[in-house]
């Protein structure tokens, strides 16, 4: 009896003491290491004003969280897995990184969440599309924050058909994330009572859209879905635009769109688009007010990934604070419990595949009359509840949610 | 009258000067060799793999290009095919060990090269070079496409294995070292074709490939096996890489990385052995040392920049004016 009594208390007393262990801020600091593109294709979504946006997080922490420093690195992913897992591999080694955030092309963020799950380190994805890092791709240590494919095209094809577009001509980038777009599309347009009379798949990259735009106009769709990204999709655009697409009574609908492009593109090309967001500057009193602080640093307006970043970063920090570690299974499961209210979300909240769940915005891109300034483009046209624009759970391929 | 004495001196001074040249070159592969293997202590030593992978790519490249004259612009297509069969390979059967996974990727890459040649090597000059653009390019939209690839997701979460099934090469130094093993083989075996009669022909191809044909040589024969032996070091330099990072990817096989290699090269000496070791320590530096800092943005224009200058002033590499140096003052 006394024994097991003795050994009981040793029990206790030892998981008392990893557990106060736990509780530390390891080395007395938080380092947020920031990888992005911040020289490529994507720098203007995420890239250095992104970092500014995580700054502006760390200042409104004061630079310290209870007590403990708050550090920065930062890296150019260049687009390229192997140079972003070297990097993050000495970060998470060498350098006792806690939380990496920032991740834009899919290839680099997939790669680096492999290295955190060996390694135990935290991931926040804020600039990634792919729907695939919280499905089959997910891992007890990244959390995927902003927006993904999903959403994207359930959001606008949905909403687009309700509208009356029954008939849609679908123009894919012929590779794996345009044919996976196409395919959600194609699903939520027959399920809403429309059909897909016809698609058109254009080689990855393609600058010359003219034929493809053809195709649409003859084709008599009411809807031209743009299944495909970046610079394709703002060429088709463009394209769409000088062949009078849209005033010729067609749909524009574009699937992946950011404000930096439309901004790019101008009201006067991209007018009447409709795209869905899950963040929009002048959405609301408190989205603008964000807005303003950032339009002061940087002089331009958050893209959802820019406000996505201080975000998620102020709540990890939170977490930190709210807990007293940097654990990473501990933080993410506080981060898990603990709704996120604030200028990027209402109601928001991280689910166990690492998704976090918020509302989407369907967004319809001004016309020049409407625009009051170069950053007025969008007009917010509905709503989409967090549950109703995400991959319900249960068609989930994620191990932490199928092993439940 | 004094002639031949002339004629010994000057044979004299000859060997003289290849002997210290031999001893120089000597002591300083010696040092290279301390250096690389004391090197990961100070260094991070992913990063030292990810260099040594892309300079044994790079002296693959400059067996085509530094000897026999032949400027590819299509060896991404071999890196990335022995980076997806090793990766295919690795993380699909489990039983294989590490060496078996890079040995068949490095003959994928090899076959491969065999097919590019007999294609290629008809032409020469720019036409030789946009052939290979040509059929790198569809070697790439082959791997974008193929599902087993992971399309522009890349191929991820590759195991490093086991090296002969007993060496753990989830431990870092061990990787190193087994990287450093197949580098300093790729090395000594261009050092050692160069230096071989198959190398000075090779040489003399450079030079005056009509003069070689007159010598009764057949010239195509040369250049195809030389094409083929530098796809296969491409290929295991690729496999190796994969290994490295537990990843393959498309950038392997984008034109980008058949541009880099150029650079490398050049930078570091084209027809030096040691220039393209230079040049891709130089290059995979300057990207990791830029992307790290506030200068970021300016990567690609350093790099044009550097390219240029080199070309314009520096024709023959690092490498190449070093030994020029060395030469006119140490003679």
Known sequence: ?404 | MDHPVNQTNIQQAMLDQQKSDQRRKHILNLVLLALLLIAPAVIYPVFLMKILCFALFAVAFNLLLGFTGLLSFGHAAFLATGSYTTGYLLSNYSGLTTEMGIIVGTAAATVLGVLFALVAIRRQGIYFAMITLALAQLVYFMFVQAPFTGGEDGMHGVPRGHLFGFIDLENNLAMYYFVLAVFLGGYLLVQRVVGSPFGQVLKAIKQNEPRAVSLGYNVNQYKVLAFVMSAGLAGLAGSVKTVVFQLASLNDAHWHMSGEVILMTLLGGTGTLLGPVVGATFVVNLEYQLSQGPLGDWVDPILGAIFVLTVIAFRSGIVGEIQKFVRKNMG
């Open chain 1, 1 to 404: 009896m006394t024994i097991m009594k003795k050994l009981l208390t040793t029990a206790i007393a030892s998981a008392m003491m990893v557990g106060s262990a736990q509780a530390d801020i390891s080395d007395n600091t938080v380092k947020i290491g920031y990888l992005a593109d911040m020289s490529g294709t994507y720098r203007d979504l995420a890239g250095p004003n992104g970092l500014k946006a995580l700054e502006m997080a760390i200042a409104d922490f004061g630079g310290k969280v209870n007590g403990a420093k708050i550090e920065v690195v930062s890296a150019d992913d260049r687009n390229n897995p192997d140079s972003s897992s070297s990097t993050v591999r000495r970060w998470l080694e060498n350098e006792n990184v806690d939380l990496v955030a920032g991740m834009v092309a899919s290839s680099v963020t997939i790669a680096v969440t492999k290295l955190l799950e060996e390694n135990d380190g935290l991931g926040i994805v804020s600039g990634s599309a792919a729907s695939s890092i919280t499905n089959e791709h997910c891992t007890p240590n990244h959390i995927h924050y902003v927006y993904d494919t999903y959403p994207l095209a359930n959001g606008t094809a949905k909403a687009v058909v309700q509208e009356g577009g029954k008939e849609w001509f679908i123009l894919t980038a012929d590779y794996a994330f345009g044919h996976a777009l196409e395919g959600d599309v194609s699903r939520v347009v027959e399920e809403n009572g429309g059909k897909v009379i016809k698609t058109a798949r254009h080689p990855f990259p393609t600058s010359d859209f003219s034929s493809y735009i053809l195709q649409a106009q003859s084709s008599g769709a009411d809807v031209v879905a743009l299944a495909n990204a970046g610079s394709d999709t703002t060429n088709a655009i463009t394209t769409a635009g000088e062949f009078g697409l849209t005033q010729s009574g067609q749909t524009l609908a574009a699937l992946l769109l950011f404000l930096t492009d439309v901004h790019a593109l101008g009201v006067n090309s991209a007018q009447g688009i409709q795209l869905t967001t899950g963040w929009y500057w002048d959405m609301n009193e408190e989205a603008r007010k964000w807005a303003d602080r950032f339009m002061e640093e940087t002089g331009v307006r958050p893209t959802m990934v820019h406000a996505g970043i201080y975000s998620s970063t102020m709540q990890y920090l939170n977490a930190v604070k709210a807990t007293g570690s940097d654990d990473t299974q501990t933080v993410r499961k506080q981060m898990m419990d603990t709704p996120i209210n604030d200028m990027f979300a209402t109601n928001g909240r991280i689910r166990e595949d690492g998704r976090m769940v918020h509302d989407m915005y369907l967004a319809q891109v001004k016309t020049p009359e409407e625009s009051e300034n170069e950053w007025d483009l969008y007009k917010i046209v509905r709503t989409i509840p967090g549950d109703e624009a995400y991959r319900p759970l249960s068609e989930s391929k994620c191990s932490l949610v199928t092993k439940n």
